[in-house]
């Protein structure tokens, strides 16, 4: 029985590597993506002011993992323009979703159904794209995990990775947020999938290819389904942050007192420490300039600034991916 | 007749293609390129504070288009400056322009006729800019026509697409406004061209390189003169373009009945459709915001950006090239 | 005796040039960066908020010189990465700085006596540094002067060239200053070495390489433990660049008697002429603008932003390196 049950997985996963992403996948990819700029703040102006900059914006978030590893390894970013049929199907989208008469194709895309079922095939797009980012790097440099983990990274969340960029194109700058300061949830598991994929890659993870790809597929799939469903932003990763940050980034320091009981006022509220960091009522943020003024040491001295507060503080950004 | 006609015009035109750029043309494009800098706001004080800062803005005008397009093709971005003679020819013209004794050489080329002349023949070398970038990108990526645009656009009118790089090196970011964003005369006449030149080189366009270069030559020394000297910002294209947008950007949105009434007003005072975007009264700004509501749609909130609208309604930037 | 001397230097460089960075300087380097970005503004909030960013901008003032002449020469920015052991080395000093439980390695680096050692065995990483961006440059470029300079400058400050963008990853945006308009000790210091490696490599210095690596590490170490020790950040270049600025850059223009005029001042006060610029008092800056007036052009209106205002008067700013 379990025997049968292998052997079912097996045909599935296997089913699953030889499926070609290109038109169905890679379609609803572009749709979701294009969507999700038409939602930013602003892009519907930006797109009857000048269709070159919003058609660029699109391009950008489309093949912005693409475009992000191309510079990281040194190949040409212009490269995703060479594919000729993947813009200008992106580019029909595009069309379509901002300018198509009576708005039929947003308002179709935009009913819940449809987008359940198109964000869930753009996941399925995500696990290709970590998988063809690490096996890209591992060509160039043979076993080196740190770049085989950042290459899978910016190929799969290159859009979000590059936002503020993206944001420039459009008129729009807000430095004091990017996702690396304060991850979103696809960026998140995207990280996750590169260290795995990596790793199995390194024969460091004893799975093969193919069940990895079905079981990240799944995992990715049925996050996004749950999450767009409960309308919940909460992470499923919230508990291991959690203890991995108490466990190695509080250290002993005049900090530590403040940012476990922090931590503990974040997990209790359920979101992830990052947002917990910055939950801090004003009085915890007076303990904390009080704890700066113990930790004072001759070498330099160690202000904050108002701009990282700001930026820890600014939750409004709706993010890519 | 008409046969001497063409033949006279072939022997003109052939006579152009091998036009040797090198000393006096390329001297004009720096000596233009340098002055488009000087006249920018505060950058006489930068050349002032830090020479070194205002070279390197001077070199990113004279040698953008290079720069961009080697980022592009992934070639290094530092191969400008090992032609040498090229960079001590611009560096000897920004020396001159900058800091002359008596600020002679500013005061003379700054006259009228000179300056006609000087910004005629910068024109002409905008054309082998284009032609270089497309054949280049032509090598690389066979028949991919988008990437012969775009190398052969960013080679032409490289120093304005970076600008908001370029004004960097001096301390200023206006992240609001860019050549995407809102294009200048220079960048949409290098794009046209850029477009014509890859037609051709494609063989879709059934017409010869040197005459191709003869008739864009013409068109843009022709235009920019007489825009010098009417004073004019209008851009020659301003008809067609108003055209196209109306037939492809407005669709039948909520949008829709507003921007082509803006647009009526917008070609009735001649100017470009973008202008016309942003010359709207209070009054149409009130009702594209009631549109706006009536577009609200369940998978996303489409608010205005403020930052957008200062955007499109900065007009002070003095554009590059 | 004067024969024994030159015997016992010349032994002595060879032994220098023969000593490897790998595990002692290198650490010392990585030690000296990562001190320096914990004593920015902010840093160590980013450091509890994100460690993630914390460590992607450790990495960047560990390697940014790596990374930006890899990117100058189109070779992979990802590239340090692959090296796993120095990676490895700058991320267990970057742990062990911000989140050593007592803050106990951070207390003791930052005492003046180890401060000052490893402060020292920094600056010679930099001769090794800036000698391997020249000999890399010119492997590639042939004799093109400009372009080993530009190489080995990259290379040995390159944490303060790409400083704006460094301080993007956590949050922070300062346009109006950047290494190029205000260059910092380090950068200036840099500057000059590479400029002397180039000469040296390209044979217009007569001098064997492995003097002028003995003579240039001794200046910079020697100098930098005197501003350490003295606390001042006078420049030992201050005569020279004063002396040549006022030969090259002030002319015979509106602006010469002014510029003049304040360069007296700034010399007087034994700080550099960039200061002395910035050092005007109300009174001159009403002379200059009137000076301006007088230099108003048919060709553009030359006006003063206050943006480059603000950046020449940005001196709040500590630098990296």
Same mark, same amino acid.
């Given at each position: 029985?379990?025997? +049968?049950?292998?052997?079912?997985?097996?045909?599935?996963?296997?089913?699953?590597?030889?499926?070609?992403?290109?038109?169905?996948?890679?379609?609803?990819?572009?749709?979701?993506?294009?969507?999700?700029?038409?939602?930013?703040?602003?892009?519907?102006?930006?797109?009857?002011?000048?269709?070159?900059?919003?058609?660029?914006?699109?391009?950008?978030?489309?093949?912005? %993992?693409?475009?992000?590893?191309?510079?990281?390894?040194?190949?040409?970013?212009? /490269? &995703?323009?060479? *594919?000729?049929?993947?813009?200008?199907?992106?580019?029909?989208?595009?069309?379509?979703? +901002?300018?198509?008469?009576?708005?039929?194709?947003?308002?179709?895309?935009?009913?819940?159904?449809?987008?359940?079922?198109?964000?869930?095939?753009?996941?399925?797009?995500?696990?290709?794209?970590?998988?063809?980012?690490?096996?890209?790097?591992?060509?160039?440099?043979?076993?080196?995990?740190?770049?085989? @983990?950042? @290459?899978?990274?910016?190929?799969?969340?290159?859009?979000?990775?590059?936002?503020?960029?993206?944001?420039?194109?459009?008129?729009?700058?807000?430095?004091?947020? *990017?996702?690396?300061?304060?991850?979103?949830? &696809?960026?998140?598991?995207?990280?996750?999938? /590169?260290?795995?994929?990596?790793?199995?890659?390194?024969?460091?993870?004893?799975?093969?290819?193919?069940?990895?790809?079905?079981?990240?597929?799944?995992?990715?799939?049925?996050?996004?389904?749950?999450?767009?469903?409960?309308?919940?932003?909460?992470?499923? +990763?919230?508990?291991?942050?959690?203890?991995?940050?108490?466990?190695?980034?509080?250290?002993?320091?005049?900090?530590? /007192?403040?940012?476990?009981?922090?931590?503990?006022?974040?997990?209790?509220?359920?979101?992830?420490?990052?947002?917990?960091?910055? %939950?801090?009522?004003?009085?915890?943020?007076? *303990?904390?300039?009080?704890?700066?003024?113990?930790?004072?040491?001759?070498?330099?001295?160690?202000?904050?600034?108002?701009?990282?507060?700001?930026?820890?503080?600014?939750?409004?950004?709706?993010?890519?991916?």
């Amino acid at each position: 029985m379990d025997l +049968f049950g292998m052997l079912y997985l097996d045909e599935l996963s296997h089913g699953l590597a030889n499926l070609s992403m290109f038109p169905y996948f890679d379609m609803a990819h572009y749709i979701v993506s294009v969507m999700a700029l038409r939602e930013q703040p602003g892009a519907l102006d930006v797109s009857r002011v000048s269709p070159l900059a919003c058609w660029f914006s699109s391009m950008l978030y489309c093949f912005g %993992g693409a475009v992000l590893s191309g510079i990281m390894l040194a190949e040409p970013p212009v /490269a &995703p323009l060479s *594919n000729g049929t993947s813009v200008l199907l992106a580019s029909i989208i595009w069309y379509l979703i +901002f300018y198509c008469p009576m708005d039929v194709v947003y308002s179709c895309t935009a009913l819940l159904p449809l987008r359940l079922v198109l964000s869930g095939m753009k996941e399925v797009t995500r696990t290709w794209k970590v998988l063809g980012g690490v096996t890209l790097a591992q060509k160039k440099y043979k076993d080196s995990l740190l770049v085989m @983990i950042a @290459i899978g990274w910016a190929r799969g969340a290159g859009g979000g990775l590059i936002s503020n960029f993206e944001q420039l194109v459009r008129g729009v700058w807000k430095p004091e947020t *990017n996702e690396l300061l304060k991850m979103s949830y &696809p960026t998140k598991v995207t990280l996750m999938g /590169a260290v795995l994929f990596s790793l199995q890659q390194t024969h460091y993870l004893p799975l093969q290819k193919h069940h990895l790809m079905l079981f990240y597929t799944i995992f990715i799939v049925v996050n996004k389904t749950r999450m767009m469903l409960t309308g919940s932003s909460s992470s499923p +990763f919230a508990p291991i942050e959690s203890a991995l940050y108490k466990a190695l980034f509080t250290g002993y320091s005049p900090y530590a /007192a403040l940012t476990g009981e922090l931590h503990k006022a974040g997990t209790d509220n359920s979101i992830t420490n990052r947002t917990a960091c910055c %939950g801090t009522t004003k009085e915890s943020k007076e *303990n904390r300039s009080s704890g700066q003024n113990h930790s004072s040491s001759p070498g330099g001295g160690v202000e904050s600034s108002p701009k990282a507060k700001e930026a820890s503080e600014a939750e409004d950004s709706k993010k890519i991916n």
